[in-house]
Structure formats: C-alpha cells, structure tokens
C-alpha cells in the first residue's frame, strides 16, 4: 500500500486526523476539491486562538503543520473509492490511482438551501445558520430569524439574544399555538406569517431587507436560518454506508476510539459524523480523536504482524 491513510476532505476534520497521524509516523495522503463548507463566510469564528481567521488561512496553516510530519495533499475530488487486498483503491478526478490501508471520510455537509431569490447569494455574508459562528458580529442590529415549523421556536429564541430588535418570519407557514406567539409578542418580537418572495442585497454588502409576497419590504442586517444538512460527497453512500434522518453518517465507538462505520477500515470524521456538532472546534477535536484511533487500529495490526509502522520485523 502506498500510503497508510486516506483522508478525503482537508478541512478542519480531515487535517486535525492528518496532523495526528503524521506525528505518529504514518505516512498521509490528503485529498481535497476545494468546496469548504464555510467557504462563502470572510471570517471563522469561536475557535481558540484562531477567532475571525479567514477560512482559507485556517486551512493553510493546517496544511503546513501536516507537512511538516510528510504528510502530502492533492487538490483533487477522489471519485471512488474501492476495497483491494487488505485495504483500499481510491481513484482521484486526476485520473491518479492510490492505495492505502485505512480510509478517512472527512468530506462534511452541504446545506441545502431554500431556492429563494437572493438566498444563495447573501448566504455566509448576511444570511447566516449559526448564532455562534457570526452572531456578535450582528449583535443589536435589526435581526431576522426564519421559523416554519415547531422545533425552530427555540433556535428564535437564540437570536432574540442577540438583539431586542427581531422579526420572526414564519414564510406562510402555520407555526405558533397562541401561547407561544404571546410569549414572542410580549418581548416586542414582531411575527411576519407572509412567505418571502426574495432576499434583497449583496453578497458585498450584505442582506438590506426581505421581500414578501404580499408587496412588503423588511429591513433587516442580518438574517438566521439552519438549514438541513445534507452529505456533502456521494462516497458514503458510494461505500455502502447509511445517511441517518439528520443527513448524517452514524459514527460508532470502541474501547479503542471512535468514528467507526459499518465499512471496516472506513472511518468517518467531522460535520459528515454524527459524533461531531458541525462546527470548526468540534471537527478538529474529532478528527484528533478519529486520527488516534486509526492509528490504533494500524499499530494493533502491525503489532500483530509481528513489526512496527508496517515494516517487518
Ligand atoms: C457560511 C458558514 C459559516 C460558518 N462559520 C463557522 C464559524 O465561524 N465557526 C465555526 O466553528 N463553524 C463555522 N461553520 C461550520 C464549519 O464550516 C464546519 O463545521 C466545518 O468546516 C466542518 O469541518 P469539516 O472538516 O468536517 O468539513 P469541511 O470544512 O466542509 O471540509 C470538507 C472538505 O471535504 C472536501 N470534499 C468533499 N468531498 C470530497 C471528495 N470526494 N474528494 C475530495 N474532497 C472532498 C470538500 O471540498 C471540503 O473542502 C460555518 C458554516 C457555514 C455554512
């Protein structure tokens, strides 16, 4: 096998499992295609040390800490990934063919979107899911926050920390009992029940106001959906593994670690994991933890076999 691991994804899961492996002596390929899930946002946020860090830093950096422990990348999509002898062949949109014993899946979410005019556009830079990620930088401003079924109130009930000024729009949807619209009316939150017709700015300038369908136009700063998630890379399901109701791949324990999946030899790190809350300090700590665990599987192994880090006794 020409590498031991192949970690698909270089995001903040993917290279956190890179830089553990490399430090434990196991040689790392990194394949990556560029479509970060924070891309559209200019900053990231609430990760010691590294808060409001661009994205595209954060990963650079990373890249650097993993090569200094050889690990290697590709800016390539790996299209297939396939089980061969005691491991696996992967094949690269490069046409590049490679071998490795274990697998790592850190490929993350997509977020599927409402088709919304505008929607596409201000989202990361006006239209935001994460009132951790970006909602001081909105703090006090005239906020809005999309709710459309039950289980949102309390997401509503985030942002109206951030600010006294907030519009709750339900777009058409039937989804406050009396009681609970009260309780939001009380407080001064307004409740827009039209469906929006269309988010109005810039992803320059940021969201100015949300249209509704009745002719109206509400000026807002900063507007908070979440979004469903959904697996960013067909791989998974490619491998065999299930997509859970929350669009995720559940992750299983041992007593030796984590991010096991019904796939042997196939580990699953990060937003794509169950057993990661999608967020950047989260994925580093799983691909950490994931990253430990493949190399107990790989020093297990190899002990068995009689050598160390895959050379014969
Ligand atoms: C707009 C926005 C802003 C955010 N801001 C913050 C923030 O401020 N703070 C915070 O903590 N979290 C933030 N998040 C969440 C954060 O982006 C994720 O939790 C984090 O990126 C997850 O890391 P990951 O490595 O699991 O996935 P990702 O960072 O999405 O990385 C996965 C990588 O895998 C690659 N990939 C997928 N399939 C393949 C394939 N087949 N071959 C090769 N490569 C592949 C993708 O191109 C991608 O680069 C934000 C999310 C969004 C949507």
Redesign the pocket.
């Known amino acids: 096998m020409e590498y031991d691991v192949l970690i ?7 290279l956190s499992a890179a830089l553990q492996l490399g430090r434990s002596l196991r040689s790392v390929l990194v ?8 891309g ?2 200019a ?5 010691l040390t590294r808060d409001g860090i661009p ?1 595209e830093e954060l990963r650079r950096l990373g890249r650097e800490e993993v090569s200094k422990y050889g690990g290697e990348f590709r800016n ?4 297939d990934v396939s089980r061969a002898n005691d491991g696996f062949t992967s094949t690269l949109d490069s046409g590049e063919s490679v071998t490795s014993r274990k697998v790592v899946l ?4 997509g ?1 599927d979107l409402p088709d919304t005019d505008g929607f596409e556009e201000l ?2 830079s006006g239209v ?3 009132p ?3 909602g001081y930088e909105v703090r006090d401003e005239p906020l809005g926050v999309i709710v459309t079924n039950q289980h949102m109130v309390d997401y509503a009930k985030l942002i109206y920390n951030l600010s006294d000024d907030l519009v709750v729009f339900t777009d058409g949807q039937d989804v406050f009992d009396e009681a609970t619209q009260s309780l939001f009316i009380e407080r001064g939150v307004r409740i827009e029940d039209e469906p929006i017709s269309a988010l109005n700015g810039s992803g320059d300038d940021g969201l100015e106001s949300v249209s509704l369908a009745d002719g109206r136009n509400v000026a807002r700063h900063a507007l908070f959906y979440p979004p469903p998630m959904e697996q ?2 067909e ?1 998974p399901e490619q491998l065999g593994l299930e997509v859970n109701q929350a669009g995720l791949i559940d992750a299983t324990r041992s007593q030796h670690g984590i991010g096991f999946t019904s796939v042997e030899g196939v580990f699953i ?4 994991s169950s057993g ?1 809350p ?6 580093v700590a799983d ?1 950490y933890a994931v990253g430990a665990t493949v190399n107990m599987e790989l020093s297990k192994e190899d002990f068995e076999g009689g050598g160390n880090n895959g050379q014969a006794p």
Do not use: F
């Not at 394949?31 to 924070?38: A, Q, S, V």
């Not at 900053?43 to 990760?47: K, L, M, V």
């Not at 850190?106 to 979410?109: F, I, L, N, Q, Y």
């Open positions: 698909i994804g270089g995001g903040p899961a993917g394949c990556d295609n560029g479509e970060p899930r924070n559209p946002a900053e990231a946020h609430g990760y994205p390539s999509q790996v299209t850190a490929t993350g979410v977020d989202w990361g935001y899911h994460c951790y990620c970006h960013h890379s791989l790190a990060g937003d794509a990661s999608p967020s950047i300090p989260s994925a691909g």
